[in-house]
């Protein structure tokens, strides 16, 4: 059976950098960073004092006051993200088409803040006080569900739950629904709102988090004096469609998606396996799933987390499949400033691979200042280039040795 091809039709996020796509990308290639002092918290409890956090989010901007008030924060970043992608896919769903146009939406761990809330309701109070809500606030899927709800989406509808992989991994399951021919449209990437006393605890405790109270430097992926990630929150969401379906309607078409790889570490629940192995057979499996040539790879939106593991065997799994190209090509981490999404890292990393293909125009990598031997490729430092971008890989890599590596094209 010939394999459909699928393309990206419509973006929408909300992220540290902006409320929508424009205010992003516009912050993003101009190096502007979306850390900041960590508010949502009391910063005296934890050693991490700053977060990438969402400004001036209003959900009732994108959706009714009584709705929202049943979604925990991260449903309704996923909530106003898809409704901007819908609308700017210009995608109407119909009794016709809805069973044809699916939702598969990830979260690393869904509704902590409802979680965290509805405890400590209990605790003082008994289970009576405890709101009815609570369950479907918390599940991960429930972002995907509220999503179908909204839009009428009747297709496929699921949740890809694999830590810090979540929104590449459902990019990639929701691309390989249309292109076996399942469904005709998919509304996907990840949502996180992880800033939480818990979340905060739990990463503290384990030494995970950058201890660096500076906001301008705390995210420096790649730099030789790197501690650790920056907790950020937020929701990307793609609109992919599979192209005959697109062509029909007339859709403007922002990339093709080729290629899809997925491998488990089977070494370690948190570090990565050494020389980053599981991230070299997903970045080949996703390259061999493209058709394309390690060489026909312009950028590469790495991981990038700013943790002293993952820099450099990441970096180091790119010069084992690239070769000599790994030093032709140029690799940013655009954590460096949104901070680390977890579950929606994939989600706003794969906006930022396809609109690099689209305006042409590479996203920097900030705050390195001192070079580290070990992390020596072109990490495009402090100031976007323009250039034509014709293939990007973007790589997500997760809690548990959860790899997943996406391919996005020019569209042709």
């Known amino acids: 059976m ?52 969402l400004k001036d989010f209003n959900p009732e901007n994108y959706m009714d006051r009584k709705d929202a008030k049943k979604m925990d924060r991260f449903t309704q970043y996923a909530m106003a993200a898809s ?60 972002a995907a569900g509220q999503v179908s709800i909204a839009i009428g989406a009747k297709g496929i509808n699921s949740c890809t739950v694999t830590a810090c992989a979540s929104g590449a991994n459902s990019i990639g399951d929701a691309f390989k629904v249309i292109q076996r021919g399942d469904a005709d449209a998919m509304v996907t990437g990840g949502t996180e709102a992880p800033l939480t006393i818990m979340a905060y605890a739990g990463f503290s405790s384990m030494k995970a988090l950058s201890f660096n109270s500076d906001p301008k430097t705390a995210s420096r992926p790649f730099d030789a004096n790197r501690d650790g990630f920056v907790m950020g929150e937020g929701a990307g969401i793609l609109i992919l469609e599979e192209l005959e379906f697109a062509l029909a309607r007339g859709a403007r078409i922002y990339a093709e ?81 949104t901070g680390h999404l977890l579950g929606a890292a994939g989600g706003i990393e794969a906006i930022f691979s396809v609109m690099a293909i689209s305006e042409g125009i590479i996203p920097p990598t900030i705050n390195i200042e001192t070079p580290d031997p070990d992390c020596d490729l072109d990490y495009v430092p402090d100031v976007a280039r323009k250039q034509d971008v014709y293939a990007v890989l973007s790589n997500s890599l997760g809690f548990g040795g959860h790899n997943a590596t996406l391919v996005f094209k020019k569209f042709e």
């Open 2 to 53: 010939q394999k459909k091809r699928v393309v990206v039709t419509g973006l929408g996020t909300v992220s540290p950098l902006g409320n929508d796509l424009e205010t992003t990308w516009n912050n993003l290639i101009n190096g502007v960073s979306g850390v900041g002092p960590l508010t949502r918290v009391d910063s005296d409890l934890f050693p991490a004092k700053v977060a990438a956090e």
């Open 257 to 337: 998606i080729v290629g899809y790889g997925a491998t488990g570490d089977a070494y370690h629940i948190t570090a990565p396996a050494p020389a980053g192995e599981g991230g070299v057979r997903a970045m080949r499996q996703a390259i061999k799933d493209s058709g394309l040539q390690p060489e026909q790879i312009t950028y590469m939106n790495a991981h990038g987390t700013s943790t002293p593991y993952n820099d450099k065997y990441e970096s180091m799994a790119i010069k084992e499949v690239f070769g000599d190209h790994a030093y032709k090509m140029a690799v940013s981490s655009t954590k460096s400033m």
């Open 83 to 142: 409704l901007m992608a819908v609308k700017d896919a210009d995608l109407t769903i119909t009794e016709d088409n809805a069973p044809r146009i699916g939702v598969w939406i990830g979260s690393g761990i869904g509704g902590m803040e409802t979680h965290e809330e509805q405890y400590r309701n209990f605790q003082a109070k008994g289970y009576r006080r405890v709101s009815p809500f609570y369950v479907p606030m918390m599940i991960p899927d429930m």
